[in-house]
């Protein structure tokens, strides 16, 4: 479940315009993870950049619930 996005407009974009789209993993712990988000120009030049929290939620309960180790090693790969 997303708990929150931030979003920070730095410059526009024109239809046709070439872009770059980088997405990672941010921190994660317990019941939350982040997810961020660039967009670049051509130039490398920052046109958006997004952060977003997610809530692990479970599929019964609707409750919070720990994110999972099999979970956290598929969002993080150098926990392997």
């Not at 479940?1 to 315009?17: K, Q, T």
């Amino acid at each position: 479940m997303v708990l929150r996005h931030e979003i920070d407009y730095h410059r526009s974009a024109r239809l046709h315009d070439q872009i770059i789209v980088s997405t990672w993993v941010g921190e994660t712990s317990g019941v939350r993870s982040i997810r961020h988000v660039e967009i670049l120009d051509q130039q490398r030049r920052k046109i958006v950049s997004a952060k977003t929290t997610y809530c692990c939620i479970d599929t019964v309960s609707f409750r919070p619930m720990r994110i999972s180790e099999e979970i956290m090693s598929l969002l993080n790969p150098e926990r392997n």
